[in-house]
């Protein structure tokens, strides 16, 4: 796939993939929003040998479905990632840091802000897909 190339999700990704591709897919699949039928293209879009990375996070009782036959004789690589493999005691502190020095900015990254009191909404509002990236502010 070149630079200018687009996939419209709204049609068969894997199959548009494929075709821009020659048939052989991609290297790197990335899975970002919870979803199993989207793990699922994205492995399926992903090349023999390639790696395929599930950043999403979905909920509790969703299961993912590998074929047992194809799972072994493609080759991939399956990965999980959060926050991108950081190490939370030393990276953490560090982009904390950042931060405050106007190095790394946050802010921009925020959906939206919660209260507290307002936590069950925040966590019903990231399970409908209403809110990627929210807060709970303590004051």
């Not at 687009?6 to 290297?27: H, R």
């Not at 293209?41 to 590998?66: F, I, N, P, S, Y």
């Not at 953490?92 to 020095?101: A, D, H, N, W």
């Amino acid at each position: 796939m070149g630079a200018t190339d687009s996939v419209n999700a709204s049609g068969d990704p894997v199959k548009e993939i494929m075709e821009l591709t020659g048939g052989i897919g991609v290297d790197y699949g990335f899975e970002a929003i919870g979803v199993p039928a989207v793990v699922d293209q994205a492995q399926k879009a992903t090349r023999r040998g390639g790696t395929m990375t599930v950043v999403g996070v979905g909920k509790l009782d969703q299961k993912l479905e590998l074929n047992a036959l194809m799972f072994p004789l493609t080759a991939k690589t399956f990965k999980g990632s959060m926050y991108g493999g950081a190490e939370f005691k030393v990276d953490f502190p560090k982009y904390l840091e950042l931060y405050k020095r106007g190095k790394l900015d946050l802010d921009r990254m925020v959906t939206n802000t919660y209260t507290i009191d307002e936590a069950v909404q925040a966590f019903e509002d990231l399970e409908a897909g209403k809110n990627a990236r929210g807060v709970i502010v303590y004051d």
